[in-house]
């Protein structure tokens, strides 16, 4: 025989606890069903969290775009700032012939030199 | 009163489409919606019980109800029920666990007399007694049962509300506890024999 079947008073205990089940108040119930409908919820698939996302990248795509295109002009008129009172033409002459280094302005002051050592070898040669 | 057995499908039919599969899916959240419903109560109360704390039991109720959904709501329904009250289980051994190291001062205001408890003569019921509660009037009765079960040890209380009140056998609350059969009869025995002292001692 089973212990439990032995002990007659185990069957008012059982509806007891079966009252006390029944006798929950309107407020723990609520709550009770708001954590199974969150409970529940983590089973659906989450379509708020990507709906967003096309727009988002979107956005961004846009951003960069209006970056680039705001950017660049900025940059290509950045030495007109640097020489201020000159024209847009010696602006677009500055960008086609950029001011040479040290060493060719040391080319162009031996030109002469050069001329004479040259003409110096062809006659050495002649 | 609806059982909980009597709600659940035995299992869910394979799915072959994906409409097939959704539709699936909305007959599974439905029936565990169902299910949830149906034992959510009895939940409570364990947790109530186990904690003394509307409160408390409400929180562990919901943390139980989500695990279970997150690990368990893939298996065979007529397996749901154990799995729930394991999961409750856990979160019920995690709050005394936090509880005890933060009052481990009081422990000792909780020791038992054991000896009572070891005295297999004394654990023998006399089935021609109708019992302690019996002898009690209404309100009288469910307050003494909830004080005596508020009182029992963690596992003791479980094992006796899975197999008396949930009708759960032994290896179904062994499996829910996670120990052994052997285990469950001795929190059993050791349950029963302190609630009939305690429900006497409120006569």
Redesign the interface.
């Known amino acids: 025989m089973n ?2 079947d ?5 069957d ?3 509806a ?7 006798a ?1 108040d309107a407020a ?2 609520s ?2 069903n708001r ?2 409908q ?3 919820a ?3 698939p989450r379509r708020q969290a990507t709906w967003w996302l096309p727009a988002a990248g979107l956005a961004c795509s846009g951003a960069l775009l209006l970056a680039i295109v705001v950017w660049a002009p900025l940059r290509s008129t950045h030495p007109v700032d640097a020489a201020p009172g000159t024209g847009a033409a010696a602006v677009q002459s500055a960008e086609a012939d950029p001011i040479p280094g040290d060493e060719a302005f040391e080319f162009y002051q031996d030109l002469e030199f050069y001329a004479w050592l040259d003409a110096q070898e062809q006659e050495s040669d002649g | ?1 609806t059982t909980i057995a009597s709600i659940l499908p035995r299992d869910f039919p394979t799915p072959a489409s994906t409409a097939d599969r959704a539709n699936v ?1 909305t007959s599974r ?1 439905s029936t ?2 169902r299910f ?2 149906a034992i ?3 939940a ?2 364990m947790a109530e019980l186990a904690t003394g704390s ?1 409160e408390e039991a ?1 929180d562990l ?2 943390d139980a ?2 695990g ?3 690990h368990y ?1 893939e298996k065979p329904a007529p397996e749901w029920t154990p799995l729930f009250y394991r999961v409750l289980d856990n979160r019920l051994n995690d709050w005394h666990r936090r509880r005890r190291v933060r009052l481990r001062w009081i422990d000792a205001l909780f020791s038992r007399d054991r000896d009572a408890e070891s005295d297999a003569l004394a654990q023998v ?1 006399d ?1 021609a007694d ?5 002898r009690l009037a209404g309100t009288q ?2 307050r003494a ?2 004080s005596a079960l508020t009182a029992l040890p963690l596992r003791q209380r479980q094992a006796f ?1 899975l ?3 949930e009708g759960f056998d032994v290896a179904a609350t062994a499996a829910s506890m996670r120990c052994s059969e052997g285990s469950v ?1 001795t929190h ?2 050791r349950a ?1 024999a302190t ?2 002292r305690k ?1 006497e001692a409120h006569e």
């Open positions: 212990e439990l032995r002990q007659p008073w185990i008012d205990a059982r007891l606890l079966d009252e006390s089940a029944q929950v723990s119930l709550r009770l954590a199974r969150a409970a529940l983590q089973r659906r | 009163m899916a959240d565990l919606d949830l419903k959510e109560r009895r409570l109360r509307r409400l109720v919901q109800m989500f279970f959904v997150r709501a019921p089935p109708p019992g302690p509660l019996l009765a469910a049962l909830d509300l197999r008396v009140w009869k059993l025995s029963l609630l009939r429900l």
